[in-house]
């Protein structure tokens, strides 16, 4: 059965944060050796045809995650040296949710674990 975590990241306006977000893939990636790239953000800003031409959004990354272990990703990313931390969103629905919650660094930094 699936339990799919829905995330959206902006690291921060333009913050050129593709190195911060491969280090966030890597080091999620040992959570789950059975299934490499399983729990992979991607960039999705740079698809100009799901942003109507040739206006893109700012840096945006996103992945649908079966069966993420939330409170490590927070963890994981909540230790990232992120470009503008102020400026710093995630999106983030669970499964079975109707909408998305908006957590801050300082959120990720507290969140409980498990």
Do not use: C, Y
């Amino acid at each position: 059965m699936s339990a799919i975590t829905t995330i959206l990241l902006s690291p921060g306006g333009w913050a050129d944060d593709d190195d911060v977000v491969a280090e966030l893939n890597a080091r999620l990636a040992p959570l789950s050796p059975d299934l490499p790239g399983r729990w992979s953000l991607r960039n999705i800003s740079t698809e100009d045809h799901a942003w109507g031409g040739t206006k893109r959004p700012p840096h945006l990354f996103g992945g649908a995650l079966n069966h993420l272990p939330f409170a490590e990703f927070a963890r994981i990313a909540a230790q990232l040296p992120w470009s503008d931390p102020e400026q710093f969103q995630l999106l983030v629905m669970g499964d079975g949710e109707g909408r998305f919650r908006t957590l801050t660094l300082a959120d990720l930094r507290a969140w409980p674990t498990d």
